[in-house]
């Protein structure tokens, strides 16, 4: 059965920390990852990863794929409250996505 | 331009009682999907429209539910004889093709529609 675990399911840390949120995966049919933040309803698209070992950046957050060990991780640099989220992981399986059930992320002012 | 749209933003309904959930695709997209988000869970895929046509329905869990996309935009999910377990967010989803083939077409987003079923 296809499955995508994150962890961990919640983290709470201080304005101006750095963290790093964990996504593996066992899917039959790998196309790509993603990373979404979800504020109140709707996810917003961060990354899409494909290739490993490539690193994606936007601004503090980046991301990365090991498509050998199955598994990416999402960094957040120098927090801020506003990173508060859920931020949920996908693989793209053909036209289904995949979701892992979410990082809880709280910062703290 | 218009994102993606879903009507009503809350529904609060009694056990046994039939629902009605829209959903407004950005225009031009071709692919719709549902999703079943339930507290401290990821999305849940339920079902997945390429224009008219339902083109995978194997996340629907039962017979209870049921979804239309007549037109080829709007979809309306529909729920018969609603139970408890049926509460979640319900999240419906865009892009401009299906998310196969060479390439990944991003999936957009509506806000969602919450369902307490009372």
């Known amino acids: 059965e296809d499955k995508v675990v994150q962890s961990p399911l919640s983290l709470v840390v201080h304005e101006g920390d750095t963290v790093t949120l964990n996504c593996s995966y066992e899917v039959t049919n790998f196309r790509s990852l993603l990373w979404y933040k979800q504020e109140k309803k709707a996810p917003t698209f961060l990354f899409m990863l494909?290739?490993s070992g490539i690193e994606k950046k936007s601004g503090r957050l980046s991301s990365i794929l090991d498509k050998k060990e199955l598994f990416s991780i999402l960094n957040i640099t120098a927090t801020q409250t506003g990173d508060s989220a859920i931020y949920l992981c996908?693989?793209?399986?053909?036209?289904?996505?995949?979701w892992g059930a979410g990082t809880k992320l709280i910062i703290k002012p | 331009g218009a994102g993606v749209s879903q009507t009503p933003s809350n529904k609060v309904t009694e056990k046994g009682k039939y629902v009605e959930l829209r959903c407004d695709p950005i225009s031009g997209h071709t692919a719709l999907y549902w999703y079943r988000q339930s507290l401290g869970q990821g999305p849940e895929f339920l079902i997945y429209?390429?224009?008219?046509?339902?083109?995978?329905d194997s996340g629907l869990p039962n017979d209870r539910f049921f979804a239309v996309r007549p037109e080829g935009s709007v979809s309306t999910l529909k729920i018969q004889r609603t139970e408890r377990g049926d509460s979640a967010v319900y999240l419906c989803?865009?892009?401009?093709?299906?998310?196969?083939?060479?390439?990944?077409?991003?999936?957009?987003f509506g806000p969602g529609t919450r369902l307490t079923v009372l």
């Open positions: 494909t290739s």
């Open positions: 989803a865009s892009s401009l093709t299906p998310s196969r083939g060479v390439g990944y077409n991003e999936q957009f």
């Open positions: 429209f390429q224009g008219t046509g339902a083109a995978d």
């Open positions: 996908a693989v793209d399986s053909n036209y289904q996505l995949i």
